[in-house]
């Protein structure tokens, strides 16, 4: 079993910055790499950026692109993502997700793709 804790969620004003951490616990070795993805009410989960444990290799959504960052510390099982130039339109609960190791992901950014996953957090933007 793996566990995912997000946290770092809150209220901030367009333009501003905030930076979100999930910590993986329990059979964390089994994992191959982790992603952050956001979700509306009445929209589908968006995928926005994934890193691979080994390596550290990244895969930004365009919509993202440049202004997020994710990043790791494989020390602490952690994985951040550094949201700059936050706007309106970026706010939504915002939840972290794990691949175990051995699949082949197909499509990096797709819900689907991930097993395990945290119980969000909320950013909210306001103009």
């Known amino acids: 079993q793996v566990q995912m804790v997000e946290s770092g969620g809150g209220s901030v004003q367009a333009g501003g910055s905030l930076r979100l951490s999930c910590a993986a616990s329990?059979?964390?070795?089994?994992?191959?790499?982790m992603g952050w993805f956001r979700q509306v009410p009445g929209k589908e989960r968006e995928g926005l950026a994934l890193?691979?444990?080994?390596?550290?290799?990244?895969v930004y959504a365009d919509s993202v692109k440049g202004r997020f960052t994710i990043s790791q510390d494989n020390r602490k099982n952690t994985v951040y993502l550094q949201m700059n130039s936050l706007k309106p339109e970026d706010t939504a609960m915002y939840y972290c997700?794990?691949?175990?190791?051995?699949?082949?992901?197909?499509?990096?950014?797709?819900?689907?793709?991930?097993?395990?996953w945290g119980q969000g957090t909320q950013v909210t933007v306001s103009s």
């Open positions: 890193i691979y444990s080994g390596g550290g290799s990244t």
């Open positions: 329990g059979y964390t070795y089994s994992i191959n790499c």
């Open positions: 997700a794990g691949v175990p190791r051995g699949r082949r992901l197909v499509r990096p950014l797709a819900p689907e793709e991930f097993s395990y």
